[in-house]
T-cell receptor, first 111, second 117 residues
Framework: TQLLEQSPQFLSIQEGENLTVYCNSS?????LQWYRQEPGEGPVLLVT?????EVKKLKRLTFQFGDARKDSSLHITAAQPGDTGLYLC???????????FGTGTRLKVLA | GAVVSQHPSWVICKSGTSVKIECRSL??????MFWYRQFPKQSLMLMAT?????????EQGVEKDKFLINHASLTLSTLTVTSAHPEDSSFYIC?????????????FGDGTRLSIL
């Protein structure tokens, strides 16, 4: 059972456009992480959010954790070809330390 | 920074062979390591949690006799795919968290691509 649904599944945009990726669940998470994965490599951690309503910025990337800690979003401003990759959210249920990964969003930014 | 090494990175073998994959934390001690499986163009599916000095905890639907996990030291966990068949072909990825920081960052290896002929 996939607890974390990401949308959209696929996204192809032109360089310079903005985009938002959503990570939704009916479950509460004690913390949520976002990763980016390149083909043939392991995921690379982008950010961890732990407080409901928390917003974190990493250059052109803005991450938000929902007030109820059930959902999160990733917004990319002025996307660049280097942003191309598989974006994954991962949540840890309260009382556990296992992270369950979302369904993934495959982003392609065209030059 | 924290580094996790997986070996081998790619293995091709015949059906019926058992394959061992190693996951090492190179510059930190990891009480807990996680093993994931990833099919092409899909997300990571958690297979099991590997705990140093105790039995691994498997996720529902994962055969523990098929996927043997051993975590004999604070820096090494191994996953053995026993009597592998073509349907076991996949990308296997491990991750490790620093000792005492269970909800800290997971540090991922670069994965092992397993192809069973």
């Amino acid at each position: 059972t996939q607890l974390l649904e990401q949308s959209p599944q696929f996204l192809s945009i032109q360089e310079g456009e903005n985009l938002t990726v959503y990570c939704n669940s009916s479950s509460v998470f004690s913390s949520l992480q976002w990763y980016r994965q390149e083909p043939g490599e392991g995921p690379v951690l982008l950010v961890t959010v732990v407080t409901g309503g928390e917003v974190k910025k990493l250059k052109r990337l803005t991450f938000q954790f929902g007030d109820a800690r059930k959902d999160s979003s990733l917004h990319i401003t002025a996307a660049q070809p280097g942003d191309t990759g598989l974006y994954l959210c991962a949540g840890a249920r309260p009382g556990t330390y296992k992270y369950i990964f979302g369904t993934g969003t495959r982003l392609k930014v065209l030059a | 920074g924290a580094v996790v090494s997986q070996h081998p990175s790619w293995v091709i073998c015949k059906s019926g062979t058992s394959v061992k994959i190693e996951c090492r934390s190179l510059d930190f001690q990891a009480t807990t390591m996680f093993w994931y499986r990833q099919f092409p163009k899909q997300s990571l599916m958690l297979m099991a949690t590997s705990n140093e000095g105790s039995k691994a905890t498997y996720e529902q639907g994962v055969e523990k006799d098929k996927f043997l996990i051993n975590h004999a030291s604070l820096t090494l966990s191994t996953l053995t795919v026993t009597s592998a068949h073509p349907e076991d072909s996949s990308f296997y990825i491990c991750s490790a968290t620093r000792q005492g920081r269970h909800q800290g960052p997971q540090h991922f290896g670069d994965g092992t691509r397993l192809s069973i002929l």
